[in-house]
C-alpha cells in the first residue's frame, strides 16, 4: 500500500521561507518516477506548483509553475522523497500543498497523491 506524506507546512510570515517535504512508502519507486507538487488555495482548483522528471543520467530536470519559478526550488532527494522548499513566502502561497508521483517517466497522470499539508502566510 503505497503512502505519501507530506511534512513541513505551518504557519509563517510574508517574506519568510519553508520547506516541504514528501516522503513515500510502501514501495520503493523508480528513479524514472516523476515527484511533484501541487496546491489548492482556498475557493480555487488544484494547480500544479513543481515536478522532478527524470532525464536520464541519474538527473532530474525540475519543471515549475510560472508564477513560483524563482522562489520555489524542488529537489528530490532520492527516489521516494522530495522537497519543496518556497523563498519570500506571500498570501498567495497559502494553501494546501499536495504530493504526488506519477509511475511514468514524463507522464501528467498521477498516480498516488497525499493528503496534503496546509501552508498559510501572514501579511
Known amino acids: 500500500h503505497v503512502q505519501l506524506v507530506e511534512s513541513g507546512g505551518g504557519l509563517a510570515q510574508a517574506g519568510g521561507s519553508m520547506t516541504l517535504s514528501c516522503a513515500a512508502s510502501g514501495r520503493t519507486f523508480t528513479a524514472n518516477t516523476t515527484m511533484a507538487w501541487f496546491r489548492q488555495a482556498p475557493g480555487k482548483e488544484r494547480e500544479f506548483v513543481a515536478a522532478t522528471r527524470w532525464i536520464g543520467d541519474r538527473k532530474y530536470r525540475a519543471d515549475y509553475l510560472g508564477s513560483v519559478k524563482g522562489r520555489f526550488k524542488i529537489i528530490r532527494d532520492n527516489s521516494n522523497v522530495a522537497s519543496l522548499h518556497i523563498n519570500n513566502l506571500n498570501p498567495e502561497d497559502t494553501a494546501v500543498y499536495y504530493c504526488?508521483?506519477?509511475?511514468?517517466?514524463?507522464?501528467?497522470?498521477?498516480?498516488?497523491w497525499g493528503q496534503g499539508t496546509q501552508v498559510t502566510v501572514s501579511s
Open positions: 504526488a508521483v506519477a509511475l511514468l517517466s514524463g507522464s501528467n497522470d498521477y498516480d498516488f
